[in-house]
Nanobody, 128 residues
Framework: QVQLVESGGGSVQAGGSLRLSCAAS????????MGWFRQTPGKEREGVAV???????TYGDSVKGRFTISRDNDKNTLYLQMGSLKPEDAGIYYC??????????????????????WGQGTQVTVSS
């Protein structure tokens, strides 16, 4: 059974930084496409960044240059380093694994439809 547990959320002022972590178990983490998504009230869940098993990354346009996704396969942990945070970055951030254990990640344009394993989410609040 796949388990994904996020941590690291919190409140920060605009311009600040946070690092999110996602501890994974019950899967072959090193071979999995993993991603970070976020949910804000009134909006669809959107892809923030994804990282495939070969460490290729894709970022949403709104976070390029400010966020960095990474993984530590020895620790089965996915990270999201967030910098220069803006109020519009606030929301619940979810860690996810692509369904079927695929190593490659689909385009972020597909949204979250290809991901079936999800964490419980961690709240990020950014004050102006």
């Amino acid at each position: 059974q796949v388990q994904l547990v996020e941590s690291g959320g919190g409140s920060v002022q605009a311009g600040g930084s946070l690092r999110l972590s996602c501890a994974a178990s019950g899967l072959i983490f090193s071979r999995s496409c993993m991603g970070w998504f976020r949910q804000t009230p009134g909006k669809e869940r959107e892809g923030v960044a994804v990282l495939d098993a070969y460490k290729a990354t894709t970022y949403g346009d709104s976070v390029k240059g400010r966020f960095t996704i990474s993984r530590d396969n020895d620790k089965n942990t996915l990270y999201l380093q967030m910098g220069s945070l803006k109020p519009e970055d606030a929301g619940i951030y979810y860690c996810a694994r692509r369904s079927g254990g695929w190593s490659y990640c689909p385009s972020l344009d597909r949204g979250d439809r290809d991901y079936t394993d999800w964490g419980q989410g961690t709240q990020v609040t950014v004050s102006s």
